[in-house]
């Protein structure tokens, strides 16, 4: 099945300096990865999404990236600020034929500490 | 429009007896996952569901764990003789369609004492 690493697990930053969350996954028929804000106490809420056709996608301070080749895909986060400051979820997914499955493989999270 | 709504928040349970979490999707949604999270991990998926079918169970323990979405009501996760080891918090998360992007619930964080 699909595996998905990511690193690292816990990132501090200064406010106004950028993050840095990097992701591989196993599986090369994985075609949607979507990233993932969980606050404390929370559950996760989908930040920005990226599939295997598109390079790159921006959403105003956040973008993602995606190299199919080497199979790892990245968030960046500009700017940061102290409400940024969370865990932080890659996901991967595969469109199992014929079953119309959507399940997503999470990695292990990254803890953002961002320090005022 | 509401988001989807999970209840309980926080269940306690003694071992051996059963727990049974709740979840509604988002309005005009028909498609439920569930997923749990283990202290320091990332979510693992259990089960698929749309009305009245359960699509993918893969991730569901083939004992003491069962899963349901009836055409009225919500989904329920239900767990029969609980065990420490159970002890997590479960997400459920809903979709327009299997194509699009699902939206989670805030959680309920099982304790099993």
């Known amino acids: 099945g699909e595996n998905v690493e990511q690193h690292p697990s816990t990132l501090s930053v200064q406010e106004g300096d950028s993050a840095v969350i990097k992701c591989t996954y196993s599986d090369s028929a994985s075609n949607y990865f979507p990233w993932y804000k969980q606050e404390l106490g929370k559950g996760p809420q989908l930040i920005i999404d990226i599939r295997s056709n598109v390079g790159e996608k921006k959403d105003q301070r956040i973008a993602v990236t995606l190299n199919k080749t080497a199979k790892h895909f990245s968030l960046h986060i500009t700017e940061t600020q102290p409400e940024d400051s969370a865990v932080y979820f890659c996901a991967a997914s595969k469109r199992i034929s014929g079953a119309g499955s959507y399940q997503l493989t999470f990695g292990k999270g990254t803890k953002l500490s961002v320090i005022p | 429009n509401a988001g989807v709504m999970q209840n309980p928040r926080h269940l306690v349970r003694r071992r051996g007896q059963e727990a049974r979490l709740r979840c509604s999707p988002m309005k005009g949604h028909s498609h439920v996952y569930w997923y749990r999270q283990l202290p320091e991990e990332g979510l693992k998926f259990m089960v698929y569901l749309q009305k009245e079918n359960i699509i993918d169970e893969s991730g569901m323990p083939k004992e003491r764990f069962s899963a349901e979405f009836p055409k009225e009501g919500p989904s329920i996760l239900r767990i029969q003789q609980v065990v420490r080891g159970d002890s997590a918090a479960y997400f459920c998360?809903?979709?327009?369609?299997?194509?699009?992007?699902?939206?989670f619930g805030q959680g309920t964080r099982l304790t099993v004492v």
């Open positions: 998360a809903s979709g327009r369609d299997r194509n699009t992007e699902a939206f």
